[in-house]
């Protein structure tokens, strides 16, 4: 009889469980992970409120993973029982047009089922997508290695300069991420959002200057704050018509404007476009990560030029998996993180 594990998996909208399922064998070239702790992303709760839909159910989640390698399939080579690793998910076929062209992240192949694992105890990943996790480096700060490579890609594409007025609006984790990248690049750094609380983080974590948005003109004063002018860069990290309204009127002539975060549900805005001819803007999307940008941010967060584990607020043990996904639904903390049981 096959061993067996536990795995928080989606049955519906609004409805996770903990279920009993079989343990997953390594292939050829994979490896087999206990799980030690798995971040909680909002694409994991709009799966499970249902604004993401899906007509996969029972359906298993959680990408942002770390653990230890438990065992090795035929011909997996690179790593070692005991060995602590961050799995990257995107498995990458290389030969499409995207992948030739390096825009990885639009890969047309991805390997769906390569990376298994998440909000369950053990989980399976080729090597060729493995990263160790340095000594000085927590599992739970490991997890942020996935959405710190997004806000990498994502800031990559604002062009900020030595001394640039940087605007970022939200300051939740993604916000704080972007703060920190923000002011290694060189810039001066203006957090908005309307919770004083996570004003007050981005305080702690090098904000030069916060603005309430929810007390006053948010406009105004970040051009009280540029001497008129408005931030050369912005960075709009909550995916809300308002937030993204703001992050336009904030920018100064000849600014960049990267929407980093995806709005659920689908909404659409008011939008003049001479806001953008007059001021000559660049406005950006961005999304998901390169396999060189998830290196790169585990050695960001080895190197403590971005420091996580302050944004870690609430760590639940998997039997609470739907509590977590409730309080981030709710905006409560800022990164909740998943632990799974020692083992036995």
Partial sequence: MAETMR??????????????????????????????????CPSDVRSYSGERKSSQYPRGVGHEWTGDVVALGAGAEGFAVGDRVAPDWRVICGRCYYCR??????????????????????????????????DNVSYQAACFTEPLACCQNGISKNGIRFGDDVVIVGAGQIGLMHLQLARHLGGRVIVCDTLEARLRMAEELGAHDTVNAAAGDAV???????????????????????????????????????????????????LDPNLIHYKQLSVVGSHDFAPHDFTTALKLIATGVVQVEPLISHVLPLEETEKAFRMVAERQGLKLMVTMPDPA
């Avoid at 903990?18 to 798995?38: F, K, M, N, S, T």
């Avoid at 769906?112 to 996790?133: D, M």
């Fill in 101 to 134: 062209r390096g825009i990885f992240n639009y890969c047309q192949n991805l390997a769906g089922g390569q990376v298994r694992g998440g909000f369950a105890e053990y989980g399976v990943a080729p090597t060729t997508n493995l990263r160790r996790i340095p």
């Fill in 220 to 270: 105004e004063r970040v051009k009280a704050l540029t001497e008129s002018r408005g931030a050369n860069a912005v960075i709009v990290a909550v995916g809300a018509p308002p937030a993204i309204e703001l992050g336009l009127q904030v920018a100064g002539i000849c600014a960049s404007v990267n929407l980093f975060a995806g709005t659920y549900p689908p909404a659409t805005i008011p």
């Fill in 7 to 40: 795995a928080a998996r989606i049955h519906g909208a609004g409805e996770l469980r903990i279920d009993e399922v079989p343990r997953p064998e390594p292939g050829a070239g994979q490896v087999l992970i206990r799980i030690r702790a798995c971040g909680v």
